[in-house]
Nanobody
Framework: QVQLVESGGGLVQTGGSLRLSCVAS????????VGWYRQAPGKQRELVATITTGGSTNYADSVKGRFSIFTISRRNAESMVYLQMNSLKPEDTATYYCKAEIIGYLHLDYWGQGTQVTVSS
């Protein structure tokens, strides 16, 4: 099992910045990919950014050059996943979710509870 807890959301003006944090605990040594996804009202959940254990990153076209995903491992069997969001736009408004994937015989996905980001125009 992997537990994910997000934080850092809030209200920000257009052009502003936010940093989202996700604490991953549990079977973190088995995680292959972590990422951020978002879901706006009335829309499907979409990929924002992912990073593999090897450090390879992938970004949605809509956030390239503005968002950055990175991880930091902590000593107490936890890992942090961050999403630095700059030059925010109203269309970035959504609930942002942290996701961890364990890819083996079974493909296991774990999700956090989400954190709300609202960008005012």
């Amino acid at each position: 099992q992997v537990q994910l807890v997000e934080s850092g959301g809030g209200l920000v003006q257009t052009g502003g910045s936010l940093r989202l944090s996700c604490v991953a605990s549990g079977r973190i040594s088995s995680i292959n990919v972590v990422g951020w996804y978002r879901q706006a009202p009335g829309k499907q959940r979409e990929l924002v950014a992912t990073i593999t254990t090897g450090g390879s990153t992938n970004y949605a076209d809509s956030v390239k050059g503005r968002f950055s995903i990175f991880t930091i491992s902590r000593r107490n069997a936890e890992s942090m996943v961050y999403l630095q969001m700059n030059s925010l736009k109203p269309e970035d408004t959504a609930t942002y979710y942290c996701k961890a994937e364990i890819i083996g015989y079974l493909h296991l996905d774990y999700w956090g509870q989400g954190t709300q980001v609202t960008v005012s125009s």
